[in-house]
């Protein structure tokens, strides 16, 4: 089972971003999805999950802005990210929970900086 996320990069903020996970080895439609973030000196924490019926919850510092979706027949869950802020700088991480185990995907640097 492998995860590989894509998409981060260096913007300025108020721009967007659109990240993406790829899963291998398993499918995600049975399976719960998330995005989560882990700021230099801080802990990983969780920006927003999707239910395999689609339900979302998100983090209150990213509602309004990031929006996370599932595309189960690629195989792939995206993080679409609006209005970004300097706050947003972190590694973001893609996760896969199922009833037995959690796979984390390595992660992709979003930095934004004017």
């Known amino acids: 089972v492998q995860l590989v996320e894509s998409g981060g990069g260096l913007v300025q903020p108020g721009e967007s971003l659109r990240l993406s996970c790829a899963a291998s080895?398993?499918?995600?439609?049975?399976?719960?999805m998330g995005w989560y973030r882990q700021a230099p000196g801080k802990e990983r924490d969780l920006v927003a999950t999707?239910?395999?019926?689609?339900?979302?919850n998100y983090a209150d510092s990213v509602k309004g802005r990031f929006t996370i979706s599932r595309e189960n027949a690629r195989n792939t869950v995206s993080l679409q990210m609006n209005s970004l802020k300097a706050e947003d700088t972190a590694v973001y991480y893609c996760?896969?929970?199922?009833?037995?185990?959690?796979?984390w995907g390595q992660g992709t640097r979003v930095t934004v900086s004017s």
């Open positions: 080895g398993i499918d995600i439609s049975r399976n719960y």
């Open positions: 996760n896969l929970k199922s009833m037995l185990f959690q796979v």
């Open positions: 999707i239910t395999t019926d689609g339900t979302t």
